[in-house]
């Protein structure tokens, strides 16, 4: 990956990264909303220290670990990627709770529209303020969007120190399992 200074970086605040959608997929991945690494090189968890790729591969959900910028082969094992906030920021907390509620409202119509098994939130503080579910845990929840049932993963930030990256790879296991094809 190229090197980026704090310029290149300050420069992709606010940009918009593309999902890595398609109709009818087992599992859409909804992450927060980019990070200034992201939406500069377009990659979604783009930052080394984000745990997502390699807790992707160790709960079974690929055969190896993808780089970042293999996103789009996440298709081809039906998943995907979208963000409930779509504009880049350094920060999380740099969002406003308006921003975080109609996030909520645009992701709602997305995966109505795309139909995917599971929408999987990774983040149990961003499912509960763009939803309104303010004692949700990680998990699955009661919640549906269209056909679509919901669940709360962790936040695979290298800031969430509650969670190891073994842990996370558990939870992201227990929706692979729940996800699997019937038959």
């Known amino acids: 990956m ?5 310029a290149d970086l300050e420069a992709a605040r606010d940009r918009v990264v593309d999902d890595v959608v398609a109709g009818g997929l087992r599992v859409l991945f909804c992450g927060i909303n980019p990070g200034l690494l992201t939406a500069a090189t377009g990659h979604h968890f783009a930052r080394p220290g984000n745990r997502f790729w390699p807790v992707l591969h160790l709960s079974g959900f690929t055969p190896r670990r ?3 910028s293999e996103q789009h082969e996440l298709l081809s094992y039906g998943l995907g990627i979208t963000n409930v906030v779509a504009r880049a920021t350094a920060r999380a907390d740099e969002l406003t709770p308006e ?3 109609a996030g909520g409202r645009v992701l709602e119509a997305k995966v109505s529209r795309l139909g995917p098994d599971w929408l999987a939130v990774v983040g149990v503080t961003a499912y509960r303020a763009a939803f309104g579910e303010r004692t949700a845990r990680i998990g699955p929840q009661e919640r549906r969007i269209g056909g679509s049932r919901v669940w709360v993963l962790p936040n695979p930030s290298g800031l969430n120190a509650h969670w ?3 842990a996370m790879a558990e939870e992201y296991a227990r929706l692979r399992e729940a996800a699997a094809p019937r038959g």
């Open 2 to 6: 190229p090197r980026f200074t704090r």
């Open 164 to 166: 190891t990256a073994g």
């Open 99 to 101: 921003e975080y509620v």
């Open 66 to 68: 993808l780089d970042p």
